[in-house]
């Protein structure tokens, strides 16, 4: 039996090459107008009757939950865009706090990454 699913880009083909690791193949590349915005998506097809199937699918599981608990990265607000046009000192000192934040959660993110890559590593010896 094939089983399918549809992931939308949404600027991240990165994850669809992840998911590429759990068995999955990617057969079909299409455009959809979601809320007047036209998306591309991929379509991916996996055979359940692969071996290993239910280890690819716990191993997928347990990256997706992973990758849930990476940190954000901060944004910039229009009220910060103003200041920094209006008063260019109070710009390098946001500057160099938002550079601290980033890197702030860069080292959080760090252990999931590991975590996210030992999966794949995992899910790659699976496939072999």
């Known amino acids: 039996m094939i089983e ?8 991240n083909y990165g994850y669809i090459c992840d998911l590429l690791h759990f068995g999955w193949m990617d057969i079909e590349i299409g455009k ?12 991916l097809s996996r055979d359940t009757e692969i071996p290993n199937y239910s280890d690819l699918c716990s191993l997928e599981e347990e990256y997706e939950n992973v990758k ?18 209006c008063l260019i ?21 760090e252990e999931f990454y590991l975590k996210m890559r ?8 699976l496939c072999e």
């Open 68 to 85: 849930k608990e990476l940190f954000p990265y901060p944004k910039f607000n229009g009220f910060t865009i103003f200041i920094v046009c």
């Open 118 to 125: 030992e999966i794949l590593n995992k899910a790659d010896e």
């Open 32 to 43: 959809e107008k979601v809320d007047n915005k036209k998306l591309k998506y991929h379509i």
């Open 89 to 109: 000192f109070p710009f390098f000192i946001y500057y160099f706090y938002m550079q601290s934040e980033i890197k702030a959660v860069d080292t959080k993110n």
């Open 4 to 11: 399918e699913k549809k992931v939308y880009l949404k600027n």
